[in-house]
């Protein structure tokens, strides 16, 4: 589904024309991809072919006779409006415990533990990472019911294998067992470990999808657990990991939504994450699809 993007910039001086560059990939100044539309006369653009629920990079680049100027790199996401939670591993001094949501409508996150950002792995696309030492760590927030709707949920994850525990939780929407209610976990302490999506039905969880996949060690692994008409599929790096369409009228109704530990704050993941993500729409293809290779963009 196409998704109409405005652009409005400023441009010193006279030009002749304007070439708009937009890519899934970072924009390279030295080696520049055919762009998407020349010959712009105007100090806006609107683009009409990019895609709903695609990240891009953007360039603009102005014509003056032989001389030619290339704008800074900004991100863009066609689905920002429909993103419900957007947490950074951002800080400007480390160890900082300083972490909000940034989407366009901000959650209050409420941290148990001593969840911090830290800056001792190297960064991906945030400054930092947030630890989570596995000692009754959550961050938790809440969010819009889900109910039986498209959502993408996607973070960058590096395991610490030497507090990892079993059934650590990469996320929880909802109580421990309440019908509505899901959890994204760790199968295993020891390496190699997998992850399983499991469904509350009111009484316990049964698992609607079981991985097989090996997360991999001591480097960030991108997941994504993703429902799209009702059925869901789980990534680990855009690898599809496993899917299941036998429960495409369960309802996610509970809230709200806890990172890294259960509700009591138990059962907890020991590790690092950053660049996590809630979006009200599914984003990729059910089949696979290459993980950002940039930081998420802000409203």
């Not at 998407?36 to 683009?47: L, Q, R, V």
Request: net charge neutral; glycine share 8%; hydrophobic share 35%.
């Amino acid at each position: 589904m196409s998704k109409r993007v405005d652009f409005s910039y400023l441009i010193g001086g006279g030009f002749d024309s304007v070439s708009y560059y937009r890519s899934e990939l970072p924009i390279n100044p030295a080696s520049l991809p055919v762009p998407m539309a020349t010959g712009i006369t105007t100090k806006n653009y609107s683009d009409l072919t990019a895609v709903e629920g695609k990240d891009y990079r953007v360039r603009f680049e102005s014509i003056r006779g032989v001389e030619k100027k290339l704008s800074g790199e900004i991100s863009i996401d066609t689905s920002i409006n429909e993103v419900e939670l957007l947490i950074f591993a951002d800080a400007v001094v480390f160890p900082s415990t300083t972490i909000v949501d940034s989407s366009k409508m901000p959650k209050t996150l409420m941290k148990t533990g001593n969840v911090k950002i830290v800056d001792t792995v190297n960064k991906l696309y945030d400054d930092g990472w947030i630890y989570f030492d596995g000692v009754n760590d959550n961050l938790s927030a809440s969010i819009s019911q889900l109910g039986t709707s498209d959502f993408t949920f996607e973070c960058f994850i590096v395991q610490d294998l030497v507090n990892s525990k079993s059934y650590g939780r990469l996320m929880q929407i909802g109580q421990n067992n309440a019908l509505g209610s899901i959890l994204l976990y760790r199968q295993a302490a020891s390496n190699p470990a997998t992850l399983t999506l499991a469904l509350g039905n009111g009484s316990g969880y049964y698992y609607a999808v079981v991985g097989t996949k090996t997360l991999q060690n001591s480097i960030p692994n991108h997941i994504c657990l993703m429902r799209k008409s009702g059925i869901f599929y789980l990534f680990i790096n855009g690898d599809l990991d496993g899917s299941n369409n036998s429960h495409q009228t369960f309802s996610i109704s509970n809230n709200p939504i806890f990172i890294g530990s259960n509700t009591a704050g138990i059962e907890e993941f020991s590790g690092y994450f950053s660049s996590i993500r809630l979006t009200k729409f599914a984003r990729y293809n059910t089949s696979g699809f290459t993980p950002t290779q940039f930081k998420f963009s802000k409203p």
